[in-house]
């Protein structure tokens, strides 16, 4: 099953859920650093350093450094790799509201991540695209 490539029915059909908890992104130079590394959320390794995203208290218990903390919002569609304008349709609909968004395009579903205090407020700009798509 490779997702759904139709914009129209993506935006369409696009449930947000905005998950519970407060995540933070964190580097270390390694994943040795990481006492646990089925606690993140996921890595990502950049020539810099390694990237790991993982709920803030975990990140305060093993003392990582961040300085952003963000909700997670979850677009329950099954959306394709391949699928092209779902990420500019929902970046648009908040950079209308000036909400800053770091995506993650996972095999099954695209998950963003919002400064927590925008995350109401993302929330109703994500359904109010899906709202004028019905139109």
């Known amino acids: 099953m490779s997702g759904e490539k139709d914009l129209a029915v993506l935006i369409q059909n696009m449930e947000p859920v905005l998950n519970t908890g407060e995540y933070v992104f964190c580097t270390v130079e390694n994943l040795d650093q990481i006492p646990d590394i089925e606690k993140a959320l996921f890595f990502f390794r950049e020539n810099e350093a390694v990237t790991i995203v993982l709920e803030k208290n975990i990140a305060d218990d093993w003392s990582l450094k961040y300085n952003y903390i963000s909700s997670w919002i979850t677009l329950n569609i099954h959306s394709s790799l391949e699928a092209v304008g779902l990420t500019a349709a929902f ?30 407020k993302a929330m109703e700009a994500l359904h109010a695209l899906r709202l004028a798509q019905e139109l």
């Open 91 to 120: 970046a648009n609909a908040l950079k209308k509201e000036n909400i800053s968004c770091n995506v993650v395009a996972a095999y099954f579903h695209d998950h963003i991540f919002i400064a927590r205090k925008d995350a109401e």
